[in-house]
């Protein structure tokens, strides 16, 4: 405890209130009496003890609970309203405060059947701490008359403590301030953003500015992505974006290119848009070896290009890019370019193509300041609560709920839910490990598929390789551990190649981070980004791809096309001061006739 004049922190040697004998009644008005939110600046909850508490005394209920809930946002909880207690006169004369952990939800609430949505998580599991204050009628001042800190819970880190609702509050004049923006047509975003820039930023609450944020978060895939539009100097950005353990895009690194050479994709080399469409079926399609050699082959005869050297390569890397032959690679989803598309509308939130260097570094520092703070919000959606249990796999559903964050889960019980469709017909021993079909119910002609066990380590592998791919096991193996009576889920495949593909992004990120720095002896031209001051000027613009010859050497040549008037054919001159133009009416039109 530190020595801090404007803290008021009581003696602990006052076991309780009446042995306070040496304190004076004056001294006790103004050490211990809170009539306003002001006095809680001057106290250190977080070196209160349960007898400290008891000495406080408040103006009104709502201020004895504004006290318990600042308490409990120091101690890592908030804190909740509970029951009453009226006197003979029917005035209140008693409350409780308790945990939001307190109670348990009412099991009618558990078994509902008639659901349109997911119900909110599970968050009272019978805490027993709580915080009672009654009202003393002679001085009209709540006391406290009882109090317990035995949680049953552990306490959320500071980082999170600021997401309850109780904790998230806003005053009059920041309401008046947003009321006034929507009026004027702003847009929520903007107000949200405007909200934070004011708090500090998202960077306050993150405490966190190192470059190595988010390696230390886990980042399950990885992907590179230079599709997003280019700004004004017509450099585009270049982003590594991964998958985290909320199944949420985020961002380790991003850079502009100065200099893009041509792209090598199925556009530009083959100009043909059905050519691309069919060539996304091939490249998506889950087939068999056999069945996508016999797609392929379709394809390539349909467009008559057997002779075409790039589309010859393009096979020969077949491996890297077609499903049927990354089947069984971990990708966490990361398979198409819907992730890369939603996070350019993101990005476009924020950064404008006009923006110039400097204020794109603003922007788009402040786009990943958001990303970051939605992945702490997430970790709280996942520690805050339990989901509700709704498949009839309760004891696999538990374990899962427990084994994975909040947003994996819900991708997970769509699973659990298959699962009740698929049965184990048969098993066979093989030297290595046990092999069980498993197949639809429903189906006559139903697909086989093949699960094997090894017993010794209890390791599953499904013919189908979604746990390889994504993570997370499929249904066929879920039937087959409510078949071994197994209520524990086997543990997801990991990518020994992750921290290889970590050093790759990190050497690519160097590249581009001292590409532009000129080597000894060479100069910087004047438009190439230093002044005189050492500072940084924008680039000079690139050629833009496809420009023709209007660009030479970075300036403009603008032919325009001569304008003629549209009655006499000739120029200098339009229709409205045409010499020939005739009378208004018919007569006029007859002359125009006549002359061409």
Same mark, same amino acid.
Request: glycine share 6%; aromatic share 10%.
């Given at each position: 405890?530190?020595?801090?004049?404007?803290?008021?922190?009581?003696?602990?040697?006052?076991?309780?209130?009446?042995?306070?004998?040496?304190?004076?009644?004056?001294?006790?008005?103004?050490?211990?009496?809170?009539?306003?939110?002001?006095?809680?600046?001057?106290?250190?909850?977080?070196?209160?003890?349960?007898?400290?508490?008891?000495?406080?005394?408040?103006?009104?209920?709502?201020?004895?609970?504004?006290?318990?809930?600042?308490?409990?946002?120091?101690?890592?909880?908030?804190?909740?309203?509970?029951?009453?207690?009226?006197?003979?006169?029917?005035?209140?004369?008693?409350?409780?405060?308790?945990?939001?952990?307190?109670?348990?939800?009412?099991?009618?609430?558990?078994?509902?059947?008639?659901?349109?949505?997911?119900?909110?998580?599970?968050?009272?599991?019978?805490?027993?701490?709580?915080?009672?204050?009654?009202?003393?009628?002679?001085?009209?001042?709540?006391?406290?008359?009882?109090?317990?800190?035995?949680?049953?819970?552990?306490?959320?880190?500071?980082?999170?403590?600021?997401?309850?609702?109780?904790?998230?509050?806003?005053?009059?004049?920041?309401?008046?301030?947003?009321?006034?923006?929507?009026? &004027? %047509?702003?847009?929520? !975003?903007?107000?949200?953003?405007?909200?934070?820039? @004011?708090? #500090?930023? *998202?960077?306050?609450?993150?405490?966190?500015?190192?470059?190595?944020?988010?390696?230390?978060?886990?980042?399950?895939?990885?992907?590179?992505?230079?599709?997003?539009?280019?700004?004004?100097?017509?450099?585009?950005?270049?982003?590594?974006?991964?998958?985290?353990?909320?199944?949420?895009?985020?961002?380790?690194?991003?850079?502009?290119?100065?200099?893009?050479?041509?792209?090598?994709?199925?556009?530009?080399?083959?100009?043909?848009?059905?050519?691309?469409?069919?060539?996304?079926?091939?490249?998506?399609?889950?087939?068999?070896?056999?069945?996508?050699?016999?797609?392929?082959?379709?394809?390539?005869?349909?467009?008559?290009?057997?002779?075409?050297?790039?589309?010859?390569?393009?096979?020969?890397?077949?491996?890297?890019?077609?499903?049927?032959?990354?089947?069984?690679?971990?990708? &966490? %989803?990361?398979?198409? !370019?819907?992730?890369?598309?939603?996070?350019?509308? @993101?990005? #476009?939130? *924020?950064?404008?193509?006009?923006?110039?260097?400097t204020e794109f570094l603003k922007h788009f520092s402040r786009?990943?300041?958001?990303?970051?703070?939605?992945?702490?919000?997430?970790?709280?959606?996942?520690?805050?609560?339990?989901?509700?249990?709704?498949?009839?796999?309760?004891?696999?559903?538990?374990?899962?709920?427990?084994?994975?964050?909040?947003?994996?889960?819900?991708?997970?019980?769509?699973?659990?839910?298959?699962a009740s469709g698929v049965k184990v017909v048969s098993c066979?021993?093989?030297?290595?490990?046990?092999?069980?079909?498993?197949?639809?119910?429903?189906?006559?002609?139903?697909?086989?598929?093949?699960?094997?066990?090894?017993?010794?380590?209890?390791?599953?592998?499904?013919?189908?390789?979604?746990?390889?791919?994504?993570?997370?096991?499929?249904?066929?193996?879920?039937?087959?551990?409510?078949?071994?009576?197994?209520?524990?889920?086997?543990?997801?495949?990991?990518?020994?190649?992750?921290?290889?593909?970590?050093?790759?992004?990190?050497?690519?990120?160097?590249?581009?981070?001292?590409?532009?720095?000129?080597?000894?002896?060479?100069?910087?031209?004047?438009?190439?980004?230093?002044?005189?001051?050492?500072?940084?000027?924008?680039?000079?613009?690139?050629?833009?791809?496809?420009?023709?010859?209007?660009?030479?050497?970075?300036?403009?040549?603008?032919?325009?096309?001569?304008?003629?008037?549209?009655?006499?054919?000739?120029?200098?001159?339009?229709?409205?001061?045409?010499?020939?133009?005739?009378?208004?009416?018919?007569?006029?039109?007859?002359?125009?006739?006549?002359?061409?």
């Amino acid at each position: 405890m530190g020595e801090n004049v404007e803290s008021i922190i009581p003696s602990h040697e006052h076991e309780d209130h009446d042995s306070n004998e040496n304190l004076s009644d004056d001294e006790d008005i103004d050490v211990f009496k809170i009539d306003d939110e002001i006095d809680f600046k001057r106290i250190e909850f977080v070196s209160l003890s349960e007898s400290d508490l008891k000495l406080y005394h408040f103006s009104s209920r709502k201020m004895a609970f504004e006290f318990y809930n600042a308490y409990a946002e120091k101690r890592g909880f908030a804190g909740r309203k509970w029951n009453t207690v009226k006197n003979i006169q029917g005035v209140v004369s008693q409350q409780t405060f308790v945990c939001y952990k307190q109670g348990y939800r009412l099991d009618k609430h558990l078994k509902r059947t008639d659901r349109k949505k997911e119900p909110r998580a599970m968050t009272r599991f019978g805490c027993d701490a709580f915080f009672r204050v009654w009202l003393l009628t002679d001085t009209g001042r709540w006391h406290v008359k009882a109090l317990s800190n035995d949680h049953s819970h552990e306490m959320l880190a500071p980082q999170f403590v600021g997401m309850f609702p109780a904790h998230r509050k806003m005053d009059e004049c920041e309401l008046m301030q947003m009321n006034t923006m929507r009026d &004027a %047509g702003i847009g929520v !975003t903007q107000i949200y953003g405007l909200v934070v820039n @004011q708090s #500090g930023g *998202y960077e306050r609450k993150l405490q966190s500015r190192d470059s190595n944020m988010f390696w230390r978060h886990t980042v399950d895939a990885e992907a590179f992505d230079a599709t997003y539009r280019r700004n004004k100097y017509m450099c585009p950005l270049v982003v590594f974006a991964g998958v985290n353990h909320h199944n949420q895009t985020i961002v380790f690194g991003s850079g502009l290119i100065a200099n893009e050479t041509e792209e090598t994709n199925a556009t530009s080399n083959i100009s043909n848009p059905r050519f691309t469409s069919k060539f996304r079926w091939c490249m998506l399609g889950d087939y068999d070896v056999a069945r996508f050699r016999s797609k392929w082959d379709e394809l390539v005869s349909e467009f008559d290009l057997h002779g075409n050297q790039w589309v010859r390569d393009l096979y020969e890397k077949r491996k890297m890019w077609a499903t049927t032959h990354i089947r069984g690679n971990f990708f &966490a %989803g990361f398979r198409t !370019t819907s992730r890369c598309e939603g996070m350019h509308s @993101q990005v #476009g939130r *924020y950064v404008h193509y006009r923006n110039n260097l400097t204020e794109f570094l603003k922007h788009f520092s402040r786009y990943l300041a958001y990303i970051r703070q939605r992945d702490v919000e997430a970790d709280f959606e996942s520690i805050i609560g339990d989901p509700v249990l709704q498949t009839t796999f309760e004891a696999i559903e538990r374990d899962a709920a427990k084994f994975y964050t909040g947003k994996v889960f819900l991708l997970f019980r769509p699973v659990l839910e298959r699962a009740s469709g698929v049965k184990v017909v048969s098993c066979e021993q093989t030297p290595n490990c046990l092999r069980y079909v498993v197949t639809s119910k429903r189906s006559r002609q139903a697909r086989q598929w093949f699960v094997s066990v090894e017993p010794s380590a209890l390791e599953f592998k499904c013919s189908c390789l979604q746990m390889e791919s994504m993570g997370i096991p499929c249904e066929h193996i879920v039937v087959l551990l409510h078949y071994l009576e197994i209520n524990e889920l086997p543990a997801g495949r990991s990518d020994p190649n992750l921290d290889l593909s970590k050093e790759v992004v990190r050497e690519l990120l160097s590249k581009l981070r001292y590409s532009c720095i000129p080597s000894v002896g060479e100069t910087l031209n004047e438009n190439d980004g230093a002044d005189e001051d050492g500072g940084v000027r924008d680039p000079a613009r690139v050629r833009t791809k496809g420009c023709g010859s209007r660009h030479t050497n970075g300036s403009v040549k603008v032919t325009r096309r001569t304008t003629c008037c549209s009655i006499c054919q000739r120029p200098g001159h339009n229709k409205k001061t045409c010499p020939r133009r005739g009378a208004e009416g018919n007569g006029g039109t007859s002359t125009i006739m006549e002359e061409g």
